[in-house]
Nanobody, 126 residues
Framework: QVQLVESGGGSVQAGGSLTLSCAAS????????VGWFRQTPGQEREGVAA????????YYADSAEGRFTISQDNAKNTVSLQMNSLKPGDTAMYYC???????????????????WGQGTQVTVSS
């Protein structure tokens, strides 16, 4: 049974940092893509960053480029999202998700991500 559990969300002032973690279990595929997405009420879910396994290639949305860093720890089966220079516009529920292929078009073909965590809230105040 595939499970994804996010943690690390919270409240921070603009300019601050947070690190989100996604703990994954229940699968042994070697080729997959883990993505971080975010959503605010009334808005569509948008991609933030993704990382491909096994090669570790990373992908970022324009809004995350230069501020966020996605990484994976294969030994711990976790994928982290380090978020720096946070802005009020980053306020959202953040989700991690996994699909069993590479990360091509990861931020467009969101429906291909078949497994999602429950989300962790990030609130950035000005």
């Amino acid at each position: 049974q595939v499970q994804l559990v996010e943690s690390g969300g919270g409240s921070v002032q603009a300019g601050g940092s947070l690190t989100l973690s996604c703990a994954a279990s229940g699968y042994t595929y070697s080729r997959y893509c883990v993505g971080w997405f975010r959503q605010t009420p009334g808005q569509e879910r948008e991609g933030v960053a993704a990382i491909a396994s096994p090669d570790g290639t990373t992908y970022y949305a324009d809004s995350a480029e230069g501020r966020f860093t996605i990484s994976q720890d294969n030994a711990k089966n976790t994928v982290s999202l380090q978020m720096n220079s946070l802005k009020p516009g980053d306020t959202a529920m953040y989700y991690c998700a996994v699909r069993w292929r590479g990360c091509g078009n990861w931020d467009v073909e969101v429906e291909d991500f078949g497994y999602w965590g429950q989300g962790t809230q990030v609130t950035v105040s000005s």
